[in-house]
């Protein structure tokens, strides 16, 4: 199946920058969607940002104009660009992905470990 790993977590004060990266593995054969949720404690996860195998992106109105998703297919990785954040943007950050493997040929959705993020002063 496929793993997904994030990377790039840590604190931050307001106003900071943090990128976020996940890599899949575990022979894969595709990936589709992939995107960025969020999950605060004490709320549900959320969404944050999504792309498309075609790089179409949406984001959450929350993080519009501050965050950017982006995707490099060679690396089978998708990114997260956090600017301008916010103590409300602290949250534990997964990453997801629609996708397949040799073993597994049919698209399934995964999801990483999640990694996390606080903005704090």
């Known amino acids: 199946q496929v793993q997904l790993v994030e990377s790039g977590g840590g604190l931050v004060q307001p106003g900071g920058s943090l990128r976020l990266s996940c890599a899949a593995s575990?022979?894969?054969?595709?990936?589709?969607?992939m995107g960025w949720h969020r999950q605060a404690p004490g709320k549900q996860r959320e969404l944050v940002a999504e792309?498309?195998?075609?790089?179409?992106?949406d984001y959450a109105d929350s993080v519009k104009g501050r965050f950017t998703i982006s995707r490099d297919d060679s690396k089978n990785s998708v990114y997260l660009q956090m600017n301008n954040l916010k103590p409300e943007d602290t949250a534990v950050y997964y990453c997801?992905?629609?996708?397949?493997?040799?073993?597994?040929?049919?698209?399934?959705?995964?999801w990483g470990r999640g990694t996390q993020v606080a903005v704090s002063s």
């Open positions: 575990g022979g894969i054969r595709t990936l589709a969607d």
């Open positions: 997801n992905a629609v996708g397949s493997t040799w073993n597994r040929p049919s698209e399934s959705l995964y």
């Open positions: 792309i498309t195998r075609g790089g179409t992106s």
